[in-house]
């Protein structure tokens, strides 16, 4: 038992409220409660010293067990001398710029001396931001998505930071966590991410970063995608793309543009078809005029191949969110041939997650699809709210319809069918 003036304390988990709370890009994630603010540290060793108020406390971070063995509480005792060396230095040299490399010396030798035992410092309270009136937005969004996809373990949209993102109606067991995959790891623990959770796993994500000092726009909601191969093809990225640009402003009223730097063809087309965005040449930062909502897939894919990235931006206008509106209730709700494939197995075993920025490879096997059926959408959301088209126009095209339907319905059987195999192929892998 130890007394309050010793320098190592052998501590209880729960005194600290310490949880495993995530896996980040299989680093496990733990949340600590100091002066009334939660931190966050991540440790594959099973005892840490965590350095708080010139003491050192110490945890066994296995689920349900705090002992410490006698042989490495022996250990650790036997280093208080340089334990009371790094709390010297630390007052000794706060205020000095020499001190992280001192104590980083001190620290690794600690860390060095015992296997399986890492010493823990520099626990900052992380100032997250404020995200009720995005969330607002995100549970109507929910409600929506539930009314078409009953199976909410399976299918709910999550929007937070990398170390507090979870899906709130999946009952975690203990120590059971969110599993999520991303481009920035644990060192950005302010990271947004937009979820889409099957449980309590992250199948298809896009990374939300606000910048300030964009050349164009000066604020700007920066947008990278990922999907997990598993589940590339059931348009939930696509779902994805529509809610950032609905929830931008709620996020940061100074956002003024959604920015993707687009290396993808489907990306460029698809976010200049749909949602009127501004193509800047990456090299010169010039506006490409040639990009409207008449651009074609040919256009974009030749543009790319020939400048190997655009740096595209979708302005937040009334207009554009009015479209992302109708598009996600057009993948959800409404009675559209050209919905999400809701999610209804547990996860499909997927380790071969490739991420790239707007990994959009879903919509590309699907690009004559999206052609029609959007397009029929997307000229009622022009009607509503620029004037719309003539009806001579839309005479001329009857024709073609018709023949681009009836190619689409034996498309679409195929798909259902190789949809199917594949379900079945997956299913047997896990069992």
């Not at 203990?174 to 999520?180: G, M, P, R």
């Not at 030749?302 to 109708?326: D, H, Q, S």
């Not at 790239?356 to 490879?361: G, K």
């Amino acid at each position: 038992m130890s007394t309050s003036d010793e320098l190592i304390v052998f501590d209880k988990k729960d005194n600290f409220d310490i949880k495993l709370k995530h896996i980040v890009d299989e680093n496990l994630i733990f949340q600590i409660k100091l002066d009334k603010c939660y931190r966050y540290f991540n440790s594959f060793y099973q005892y840490v010293g965590i350095f708080y108020k010139n003491k050192i406390h110490i945890f066994n971070l296995e689920s349900g067990n705090d002992n410490i063995p006698q042989e490495i509480a022996s250990k650790i005792k036997s280093l208080e001398p340089e334990f009371q060396k790094y709390i010297a230095e630390y007052i000794k040299l706060a205020d000095s710029s020499e001190w992280p490399l001192k104590l980083l010396k001190i620290k690794n030798k600690i860390g060095n001396t015992i296997d399986n035992f890492e010493f823990i410092t520099n626990l900052n309270c992380i100032d997250f931001i404020n995200l009720d009136k995005a969330n607002k937005i995100i549970e109507n969004l929910n409600l929506k998505l539930h009314e078409y996809c009953s199976d909410k373990e399976k299918n709910t949209i999550s929007l937070n930071t990398v170390f507090n993102i979870e899906n709130p109606n999946y009952i975690l067991k203990e120590f059971d966590t969110s599993k999520i995959e991303t481009a920035v790891g644990v060192n950005f623990p302010n990271q947004l991410l937009l979820c889409y959770f099957n449980q309590n796993n992250c199948i298809s994500q896009i990374q939300l970063t606000i910048k300030n000092n964009d050349t164009i726009y000066g604020t700007v909601l920066a947008i990278d995608s990922n999907t997990k191969t598993a589940y590339e093809g059931l348009k939930i990225n696509r779902l994805l793309r529509a809610i950032a640009i609905i929830i931008a402003k709620e996020i940061d009223n100074k956002i003024q543009a959604i920015w993707s730097n687009a290396v993808n063809p489907i990306s460029l087309y698809l976010l200049t078809k749909y949602y009127n965005a501004k193509v800047y040449n990456i090299n010169t930062n010039n506006l490409e005029k040639e990009f409207d909502s008449q651009t074609t897939f040919k256009q974009a894919d030749e543009y790319i191949k020939k400048n190997g990235g655009a740096m595209v931006y979708v302005e937040l206008t009334p207009k554009n969110i009015a479209n992302a509106e109708i598009l996600f209730d057009d993948l959800t709700i409404n009675p559209k041939d050209s919905k999400i494939t809701c999610i209804s197995e547990d996860l499909v075993d997927d380790t071969d997650t490739v991420l790239t920025e707007n990994s959009n490879s879903e919509d590309i096997a699907n690009i004559k699809e999206i052609d029609f059926e959007l397009e029929k959408r997307l000229r009622e959301i022009r009607r509503q709210l620029t004037g719309g088209y003539t009806k001579k126009s839309k005479k001329k095209k009857s024709k073609q319809k018709k023949s681009k339907k009836k190619k689409s319905k034996k498309k679409k059987s195929k798909k259902k069918k190789s949809k199917k195999k594949r379900t079945r192929k997956n299913t047997r892998k896990q069992n």
